[in-house]
């Protein structure tokens, strides 16, 4: 007599999905360990990066802001005309902030994510991979704004501007800091090598220099061209902070800083998630 088998079910394990790339950050202040190992490795070559970060926007400033303002004279803006020279240094200083922060966003991260394994020594300890982007982007951020302070005690010094505002100004530049830090990190996640950042600079970072009212009114460009322009993060900034050189309150300042804001918010997700898709995590 033959025993009937019991038809058996194959055993599935399941094993739980892996979470979206895409889900919400998941920060905690143990972003301020990495920040701090990033402040202490660059303490000791603070006066040369500091040095380096600014002879170019100053070179921009005296060869353009006193050569070529003897042969402009004055600009208009709006209903206002001001000095070539202060024309000028409002916005290339707003270009120096997104010039500093993309640089350390991109080769300084760069190195310490792909080629030193910093981040995957840090993740060995409780500390997330959400929190190192964090730190970064901050840490990014914070040389911007260390860049544009000496430029603006340059300025001072210079006599470009007195205005009280100025501290205005520098609360706009370091948001600027954070939006074109988040920016740059998104290229950041997507490189495999150093020659991937060229893209960033050709095509973006360039032509976003000379359609952002850096070195003239955006009013001189094609009109379509002037409403693209007004959506480019650096002319968002450039708009808040050049009313504040001219001791003035920036006109719809409202909608540039939401643009600047939707851009640094939109941006940091964006690069999270590919970060973590690099990583799989």
């Known amino acids: 007599m033959t025993t009937p088998t019991l038809a058996t079910e194959p055993s599935s394990s399941s094993s739980p999905p892996s979470p979206s790339a895409w889900r919400p950050p998941q920060l905690s202040m143990r972003w301020w360990p990495v920040f701090l190992r990033n402040l202490l490795v660059w303490r000791k070559l603070a006066i040369p ?17 006193y050569g070529m303002g003897a042969l402009v004279g004055q600009v208009s803006v709006g209903e206002t005309k001001v000095p070539y020279i202060l024309f000028l240094a409002s916005g290339s200083i707003c270009m120096s902030a997104m010039n500093a922060a993309s640089f350390e966003a991109l080769y300084s991260a760069f190195s310490r994510m792909h080629v030193q394994k910093t981040w995957d020594g840090i993740m060995n300890a409780p500390v997330g991979l959400d929190d190192i982007v964090l730190a970064e982007m901050l840490w990014a951020a914070f040389k911007s704004i260390f860049t544009v ?16 505002k100025l501290f205005v100004a520098w609360l706009v530049l370091a948001g600027a800091g954070v939006t074109f830090s988040s920016i740059a990190l998104i290229f950041n996640a997507m490189a495999k090598g150093y020659d991937f950042f060229t893209y960033y600079f050709t095509l973006f970072m360039t032509p976003m220099m000379f359609l952002s009212g850096v070195f003239f009114p955006l009013e001189q460009l094609p009109g379509a061209v002037q409403v693209v322009a007004g959506w480019l993060p650096l002319a968002n900034a450039v708009a808040l902070v050049r009313p504040l050189f001219m001791d003035q309150w920036p006109v719809g300042w409202v909608r540039h800083a939401c643009v600047l804001a939707v851009y640094a918010g939109v941006a940091f997700w964006v690069a999270l998630a590919l970060t973590r898709k690099r990583f799989r995590a």
Request: aromatic letters at 10%.
């Open 49 to 65: 990066s500091l040095i380096g970060n600014i002879a170019e926007p100053l070179i921009w400033l005296v060869a353009f802001g």
């Open 149 to 164: 302070t000496a430029i603006l005690f340059v300025m001072l010094g210079l006599g470009i501007s007195h205005s009280p």
